[in-house]
């Protein structure tokens, strides 16, 4: 028989992981977004059905972006690289946008 004052043996508790903040991925969804729209720019002239697929992609990056600062939000961001990305991806857009409502 066992003595009742002797505790059981338990499994060690598993360790949770870190909660994943954004990282440099999470803004690079939104760079590639833009990718069309910038070579639209380089590349053809402002013709209408050209200008919309500019504007729907500026609006993709845009909707990427928000889904990144939510994460952000969420989870913290993850260091000076990402925040690097961050930067860029929001000046990109920006200089798209300029772009789009100059043309």
Do not use: K, N, Y
Request: hydrophobic residues 50%; charged residues 10%; aromatic residues 6%.
């Amino acid at each position: 028989m066992t003595d009742p004052t002797t505790p059981t043996p338990t499994a060690p508790p598993t360790p949770t992981p870190p909660p994943r903040g954004a990282g440099e991925a999470t803004w690079a969804l939104p760079l590639l977004a833009l990718a069309p729209s910038a070579a639209l720019g380089l590349f053809a002239e402002r013709a209408t059905p050209w200008l919309a697929v500019s504007w729907v992609c500026c609006a993709l990056s845009a909707l990427l972006l928000v889904a990144g600062w939510t994460t952000v939000v969420r989870h913290g961001m993850r260091g000076p690289a990402a925040w690097g990305t961050c930067v860029l991806a929001h000046a990109v857009l920006v200089t798209q946008l300029i772009s789009l409502l100059r043309g």
